[in-house]
T-cell receptor
């Protein structure tokens, strides 16, 4: 099925470890986004991209990095995991800014 | 200041009744978009409805309608004929200058 695929679904990291959250979409959407959702809270934008080769910081970019080498892929990198990064991470894509997002199923990350 | 404010942490509605979920927003940009998303307990995010700032008519999508009051900067979601499957978290969001901002959400419970 077409959509946004996120991997892994769950992950436990130790403080200081690194990992990459993968996000792939097959809808040829130019816009892609990474959000985090803390318990009982709304989504906060980490990074976004308006096309291959272009990335921009969102509201909470510290501790994260992204790349957009292709239209399909938008991986999120955590370099030195901290307990404050325990959250659910959502990747999303959109055809344009006047269109609703298609969200991935989320990655539940726990840093211990 | 909060870009999106949802003041109702939790709401209850009787099955088959209508319910209004409140959302106010803050922007000085004349061009913006307003969105509502549903997040069931399974965690995925589902796009429901979109309203552009220049749209004259209120957006409708099936049982969902968006009560857009531009002067009051409100974009309330109205769900008609509630169903048990409508029980979920609902997030209001605004697109401004290429970025999206989400509210903290309203938890809706539909009572049989």
């Amino acid at each position: 099925n077409a959509g946004v695929t996120q991997t892994p679904k769950f992950r436990i990291l130790k403080i200081g470890q690194s990992m990459t959250l993968q996000c792939t979409q097959d809808m040829n959407h130019n816009y892609m986004y990474w959000y985090r959702q803390d318990p009982g809270m709304g989504l906060k934008l980490i990074y976004y991209s308006v096309g291959a080769g272009i990335t921009d910081k969102g509201e909470v970019p510290n501790g994260y990095n992204v790349s957009r080498s292709t239209t399909e892929d938008f991986p999120l990198r955590l370099e030195l995991a901290a307990p404050s990064q325990t959250s659910v991470y959502f990747c999303a894509s959109a055809q344009g800014t006047d269109y609703g997002y298609t969200f991935g199923s989320g990655t539940r990350l726990t840093v211990v | 200041a909060q870009k999106i404010t949802q003041t109702q942490p939790g709401m209850f509605v009787q099955e088959k009744e209508a319910v209004t979920l409140d959302c106010t927003y803050d922007t000085s940009d004349p061009s913006y978009g307003l969105f509502w998303y549903k997040q069931p307990s399974s965690g995925e995010m589902i796009f429901l409805i979109y309203q552009g700032s220049y749209d004259q008519q209120n957006a409708t999508e099936g049982r969902y309608s968006l009560n857009f009051q531009k002067a009051r900067k409100s974009a309330n979601l109205v769900i008609s004929a509630s169903q048990l499957g409508d029980s979920a978290m609902y997030f209001c969001a605004m697109r401004e200058d290429g970025q999206f901002y989400f509210g903290t959400g309203t938890s809706l419970t539909v009572i049989p």
